[in-house]
């Protein structure tokens, strides 16, 4: 079900998008397709897990097999064990595909879209750094270098030395400023007098911060779970919002699991027996309060990314109250049905 949904919704992507990739390669094409189909894989398997329930327990009770399981003793907390741990390993998978580069699939489908394959570059980026302030002309995420990066240590209003260098290499935890100089300021009751330069072959700075890390910064662009808590603590040493960062690691890890309380929320309400209700009604409603909560859902990521509200009210809030539910039928609802 998941493939197929998935398929559809990037096939119906790309040829509302054909006039845009009308100058791309036949590779460039496939490879959109084949990313936009990872985003709606990400996008749309808590869908697919609540249709998956709706439909089998559909086909359970339209044969009398759940009211058959009923009879032989099984209670409602054993047959919905199975569906709760289907649904809890698909999301473990797709938790840690967000650690991958899977989580950077639409970032890479527009950059084809907009014709930019290889155009990740970001020019002129400034921000804080610890007690320092930090400007690159250019960074290359890609190759993993900046061009012409200059560092302000600033303190009382006065500064206190630059250091600048005409490139930068990401060594795998911080950058290394190669064929840097080292300007310090000498001041004399408040005013500059005069400053010291010195030449360096290489300054380690800027340690954590990654390249994709950095353009995200600048541009607002999604991360991998991994890279999103690396910010977050970034930017939590250097007291700065980090609202977005946060409803990313929440629309990635917390928000899914909504489809697994309402699994067991949509269980727990359905009819047993076919003859109690009309089976076109049950599935008709209980598609439409799929499609809803997921909805409302998609609607509360944006607004937390927004930092219009807090993640933790526009979306921890709201998954902690449908598990409060489900966990309420779970211990609460009728144990056995004679």
């Known amino acids: 079900m998941l493939l197929g949904l998935s398929l559809a919704f990037s096939i119906i992507d790309f040829f509302q998008h054909m006039s845009a990739l009308s100058s791309a390669t ?29 439909i089998t327990q559909i086909s359970l009770v339209k044969h009398n097999n759940l009211s058959a399981l009923y009879a032989f003793g099984y209670n409602k907390k054993d047959i919905i064990k199975p569906f709760v741990l289907v649904a809890s390993l698909v999301y473990v998978v797709f938790a840690l595909l967000s650690t991958t580069e899977f989580a950077y699939a639409k970032e890479k489908a527009y950059a084809i879209l907009k014709n ?47 250091i600048h260098a005409p490139y930068a290499i990401y060594n795998g935890t911080s950058w290394e400023a190669k064929d840097a100089t080292l300007k310090t300021h000498n001041y004399v009751n408040g005013k500059l007098q005069s400053y010291t330069k010195e030449h360096k072959d290489s300054i380690e700075t800027l340690k954590g911060y990654k390249p994709k890390i950095i353009r995200s910064i600048y541009e607002g662009e999604s991360l991998s779970t991994l890279d999103a808590y690396n910010t977050y603590k970034l930017l939590s040493k250097e007291h700065i919002n980090t609202d977005k960062i946060k409803a990313t690691l929440y629309s990635s890890l917390i928000v899914p699991l909504f489809a697994i309380a309402l699994i067991m929320i949509l269980f727990f309400k359905m009819p ?20 809803v909560v997921w909805g409302i859902f998609y609607g509360l990521i944006q607004i937390a990314s927004s930092s219009s509200i807090s993640s933790e009210v526009a979306l921890l809030m709201p998954v902690s109250l449908l598990w409060i539910y489900a966990i309420y039928l779970y211990f609460f609802s009728e144990k056995k049905i004679a």
């Not at 084949?34 to 697919?48: N, R, V």
């Not at 020019?123 to 250019?138: E, G, L, P, W």
Request: charged content about 20%; proline content about 2%; overall charge positive.
């Open 26 to 54: 036949i590779s460039s094409k496939v490879l959109y397709v084949f990313y936009i189909w990872q985003e709606a894989l990400k996008l749309l398997y808590p869908l697919a897990l609540i249709f998956a329930l709706i």
């Open 272 to 291: 047993y027996l076919s003859r109690m209700s009309n089976q076109g009604l049950v599935i008709a409603s209980s598609l439409g309060v799929t499609f």
């Open 116 to 162: 930019k394959v290889y155009d990740y570059n970001v020019n002129d980026i400034f921000f804080k750094y610890q007690d320092t302030f930090v400007y690159m002309q250019r960074l290359y995420p890609v190759e993993k270098t900046i061009e012409n990066v200059t560092i302000f240590k600033v303190k009382d209003k006065k500064v206190l030395y630059t």
